[in-house]
T-cell receptor
Framework: NAGVTQTPKFQVLKTGQSMTLQCAQDMNHEYMSWYRQDPGMGLRLIHYSVGAGITDQGEVPNGYNVSRSTTEDFPLRLLSAAPSQTSVYFC??????????????FGPGTRLTVL | KQEVTQIPAALSVPEGENLVLNCSFTDSAIYNLQWFRQDPGKGLTSLLLIQSSQREQTSGRLNASLDKSSGRSTLYIAASQPGDSATYLCAVYSGGGADGLTFGKGTHLIIQP
């Protein structure tokens, strides 16, 4: 049971480039989400999904797209990277959002630098 | 809007001491509270999850309490060890998927050998 996995671990982009951060979980969790962690800001929710085919915006969605074609995978796309997107990105999953009773599990993170 | 505060921001104690980390939140209408550990350059490891109906949870040397009415939680670490050195994050879930978890900024803990 690998839990939540993320690739790549590190990435350097130039302004304007695009890329996809991959996230996968093998726990059959319905709920998946993306956070970014910035110094002095804590973790903030970017996008989330309550199940395959369903996604919605979190607190800081601008500049990011997501899709959820399968239960296992929840990729995060940066269409045109900006220096303000330099951050550490974490993917998380939990069994469901029902009542908010479920423990959330986090991946190891992707450290992104945009030059 | 929910806000989570963690005090102190940093703490350094000798090995073997018992210690308490504090977490406070502004809106008491939460579903649960979760404590995480984050090692430098690593992801978040879940330590304890307390549901809103619970008062405390224990795991090994860790004990987390929740006083929802006063908007407070504490993480008690018994007999601290150098391996406990990490940043400890508190997060609350207040309902509504768009909000996700609201995190504090963490307490950076150093246990001196």
């Amino acid at each position: 049971n690998a839990g939540v996995t993320q690739t790549p671990k590190f990435q350097v982009l130039k302004t304007g480039q695009s890329m996809t951060l991959q996230c996968a979980q093998d726990m059959n969790h319905e709920y998946m989400s993306w956070y970014r962690q910035d110094p002095g800001m804590g973790l903030r929710l970017i996008h989330y999904s309550v199940g395959a085919g369903i996604t919605d915006q979190g607190e800081v969605p601008n500049g990011y797209n997501v899709s959820r074609s399968t239960t296992e995978d929840f990729p995060l796309r940066l269409l045109s990277a900006a220096p303000s997107q330099t951050s550490v990105y974490f993917c998380a999953s939990s069994e469901s959002l029902a009542g908010g009773y479920d423990e959330q599990f986090f991946g190891p993170g992707t450290r992104l630098t945009v030059l | 809007k929910q806000e989570v505060t963690q005090i102190p921001a940093a703490l350094s104690v000798p090995e073997g001491e018992n210690l308490v980390l504090n977490c406070s939140f502004t809106d008491s209408a939460i579903y649960n509270l979760q404590w995480f550990r984050q090692d430098p350059g690593k992801g978040l490891t879940s330590l304890l999850l307390i549901q809103s109906s619970q008062r405390e949870q224990t795991s090994g040397r860790l004990n987390a309490s929740l006083d929802k009415s006063s908007g407070r939680s504490t993480l008690y670490i018994a007999a601290s060890q150098p391996g406990d050195s990490a940043t400890y994050l508190c997060a609350v879930y207040s309902g509504g998927g768009a909000d996700g978890l609201t995190f504090g900024k963490g307490t950076h803990l150093i246990i001196q050998p």
